[in-house]
T-cell receptor
């Protein structure tokens, strides 16, 4: 089945850029997602990219997709303390019916 | 518009007890999902439903059961609670498999 990997931890200084990476083993052609989870809360849809795109920008967020290497990344520009959270990538399973979530990357923003 | 509502938020069960985790959505979404979240493991799919009357197993269904008698509700049943079921449970819904999911705020379950 689909295997999705992420680094578990990332620390950055306030104002710097953060880059969260995600690799996957297989994916049907559809949308790939990034979710944000704040402490004690559920996951919130953050942004997405369609599989025929290389890049998508949404204000401070930039999503990059390298289909050849099966690599997805989320860049957060001018990272703020409010960006401290766990970030999950989600990719379609082999049947395109459900999404497989990565283990999540805990982003800590230092003042 | 409440979105996805989960109850209870917290629960402590003794080994062997049963309980039902409730999930309701008011967005008329056909697709609903139950996940469990364990530290450093991401989310694992327990069961899902593509519409009222239709349910199917996910990656980790053992020890759980579901039903989907209406579009709005998707309860998760634990029949004989075990310590391995200590986790945070999330319910989610979507109108279409190409759309992102809307998640509930979760139920933190501890089995002692």
């Amino acid at each position: 089945g689909e295997d999705v990997e992420q680094s578990l931890f990332l620390s950055v200084r306030e104002g710097d850029s953060s880059v969260i990476n995600c690799t996957y083993t297989d994916s049907s052609s559809t949308y790939l997602y990034w979710y944000k989870q704040e402490p004690g809360a559920g996951l919130q849809l953050l942004t997405y990219i369609f599989s025929n795109m290389d890049m998508k920008q949404d204000q401070r967020l930039t999503v990059l997709l390298n289909k050849k290497d099966k690599h997805l990344s989320l860049r957060i520009a001018d990272t703020q303390t409010g960006d401290s959270a766990i970030y999950f990538c989600a990719v379609p399973d082999n049947y395109g019916q459900n999404f497989v979530f990565g283990p999540g990357t805990r982003l800590s923003v230092l003042p | 518009n409440a979105g996805v509502t989960q109850t209870p938020k917290f629960r402590i069960l003794k080994i062997g007890q049963s309980m039902t985790l409730q999930c309701a959505q008011d967005m008329n979404h056909n697709y609903m999902y139950w996940y469990r979240q364990d530290p450093g493991m991401g989310l694992k799919l327990i069961y899902y439903s593509v519409g009222a009357g239709i349910t199917d197993k996910g990656e980790v269904p053992n020890g759980y059961n579901v039903s989907r008698s209406t579009t709005e509700d998707f309860p998760l049943r634990l029949e004989l609670a075990a310590p391995s079921q200590t986790s945070v449970y999330f319910c989610a819904s979507t109108p279409d498999t190409n759309y992102g999911y809307t998640f509930g705020s979760g139920t933190r379950l501890t089995v002692v």
